[in-house]
């Protein structure tokens, strides 16, 4: 229910005109703090506790834009190699022994699945932001949910969005993540974008 909404409340917003002088991020905050709105009055009519995590990239010429909240991640691949990756909202990826909040740590496997911000969460949402502004031929984003990046290193993601069309790698991911699951796997979700070099339009003549 929770993902449905912020799924909805995205394609609402891209949907309607934006309002003069809003910027990429300002389009992305917006998506993210109305559907935190939705899903809470949803908690609170119904006495659960909805939440969802989000990744989402707003692509413009040569410039990237994205945000996070949660431990769906965003890597950022450039000729096959890793450029970027978001840092996950658990505290499996942020506890050290002295429990101060940084990438990696010995209780990471204990608390991997124990989020501090998600779409929804009962206390303040942390939203991460980055951008890129020199977007290039063969750079590619992925996007996942840890059902998808819990089954890959982020070597072999790479690998494979760099051998495949982005359609066919996805497919090939789902496929290879429900194999490695065995039935017991989280939600699995993906979208890739990859940068190629447009094609020349033919010309013809009237006579072709």
């Known amino acids: 229910m929770a993902s449905d909404q912020v799924m909805s409340t995205a394609r609402n917003l891209f949907d309607e005109l934006p309002a003069a002088g809003a910027t990429a991020k300002d389009l992305l905050a917006q998506i993210a ?10 908690a609170i009519a119904s006495e659960k506790e909805p939440h ?3 990744v989402a990239v707003l692509l413009q010429r040569e410039r990237a834009v994205w ?11 450039r000729d096959g190699k890793l450029v970027h990756k978001t840092i996950d ?25 124990v989020l501090f911000s ?26 996942a ?23 066919e790698a996805a497919a090939a ?13 989280d939600n699995l979700s993906i979208a890739i974008i990859k940068l190629e070099k447009a094609e020349k339009p033919v010309v013809r003549g009237i006579n072709g």
């Open 33 to 42: 703090d109305e559907s935190h709105a939705v899903i809470r009055l949803t």
């Open 52 to 54: 969802s995590t989000l």
């Open 67 to 77: 945000v996070h909240a949660g431990d769906s991640r965003m890597y950022h691949y």
């Open 89 to 113: 909202h658990s505290y499996g990826s942020r506890v050290t022994e002295d429990g101060e909040l940084v990438e990696g740590g010995p209780e990471k496997d204990r608390f991997k699945n």
């Open 118 to 143: 998600a779409i929804g969460i009962g206390h303040d949402l942390r939203l991460d932001y980055g951008e890129l502004d020199d977007l290039r031929t063969g750079d590619c984003f992925v996007l």
């Open 145 to 167: 949910s840890d059902g998808l990046w819990a089954y890959f290193t982020e070597r072999e993601i790479g690998a494979v969005v760099q051998k495949l069309p982005a359609r």
């Open 173 to 185: 991911l789902i496929q290879q993540a429900r194999t490695r699951a065995r039935g017991r796997g």
